[in-house]
């Protein structure tokens, strides 16, 4: 597979001019897609990625998340990877991204760069939540399209196709249109302002690097409440006091942030439910419970 990368990067325009490759490591990080971190002769390093070409969607999604969260990312705090070139070779397609060292310090910075991305990119002339073309959240599709009401978008574009899905391991949506035409009744009354959001934020999407500047990647982003990122990242893990005080500083969440935590976490929970099964089909029926007793 190696030897099949290098062919690719050969026939590029972009990367191949950058000198000669040294050799081709495959990496790990994904369950999705292969990694590999390539090698040039003058020292410098790339990330690619490899799949099927029948999942280059993916790659091109990915692609435009990059750019958009580049373009509102303060260098001086966080750095999100350029993505150079989208190959097509034989039947594999291959996103190729810039190289950033990871080292696992300190989380200040990350914090506080997530915060500036959140505020600054909520001060452009953004108006309406949601994304232009059909998105991804791990290997699920994530729907595409507008809306200018908070809550009816969530409800609509994020958790009813996943309890559509859920279906198929035996949830029933009519069973809870009450707990959905509640939560867009209480999520419109929130009006928060319209962020770019990374919008699959755990620890594994994310990092320091070794100067200890934030970095973000593997994107799932739309137009949202950036109370999205914040409560993922309580969801699994791996974010400590550092992280959370760095983002009050610049932008400090509202008292009430946490009674939504549940609420938004429940879209990730449904999606790995509907991926992998197991606890997280527990986790998606009690959340769903617990929110039919605030109804």
Not at 6 to 12: D, E, G, I, P
Not at 57 to 74: G, Q, T
Not at 177 to 201: A, C, K, M, Q
Request: aromatic share 12%; charged share 25%.
């Amino acid at each position: 597979m190696e030897e099949f990368i290098q062919k690719a990067l050969l026939s590029s325009n972009k990367v191949s001019k950058k000198s000669l490759i040294e050799k081709i490591i495959p990496i790990g990080g994904g369950c999705i897609h292969k990694a590999w971190c390539i090698h040039f002769q003058n020292g410098k390093r790339l990330f690619a990625k490899s799949n099927h070409i029948d999942n280059i969607n993916m790659f091109k999604f990915e692609r435009e998340c990059l750019l958009v969260l580049k373009r509102f990312a303060d260098k001086s705090y966080i750095l999100v990877p350029e993505p150079l070139d989208l190959l097509i070779y034989q039947n594999k397609s291959i996103l190729v991204l810039e190289w950033i060292e990871l080292k696992q310090t300190q989380q200040n910075l990350l914090g506080q760069g997530l915060a500036m991305l959140h505020k600054s990119s909520s001060e452009c002339s953004q108006k309406n939540f949601g994304w232009e073309a059909e998105g991804f959240i791990g290997s699920n599709t994530q729907v595409r399209g507008w809306g200018n009401n908070w809550g009816e978008f969530f409800v609509n574009y994020r958790l009813k196709p996943q309890l559509l899905k859920a279906k198929a391991w035996g949830v029933r949506i009519d069973d809870y249109e009450d707990v959905l035409t509640y939560l867009s009744s209480y999520l419109n009354d929130h009006h928060p302002r319209v962020s770019i959001v990374h919008g699959d934020l755990w620890s594994g999407n994310c990092g320091s690097t070794n100067n200890g500047l934030g970095s973000l990647f593997d994107p799932a982003s739309y137009w949202a409440d950036r109370e999205v990122d914040i409560s993922m990242t309580k969801l699994f893990g791996g974010f400590n006091e550092e992280f959370y005080k760095g983002y009050e500083e610049v932008w400090p969440l509202d008292k009430f942030s946490q009674d939504r935590t549940d609420i938004y976490n429940l879209y990730h929970l449904l999606n790995h439910a509907n991926m992998f099964g197991g606890s997280y089909k527990e986790n998606s029926l009690k959340i769903l419970k617990d929110l039919r007793c605030r109804v």
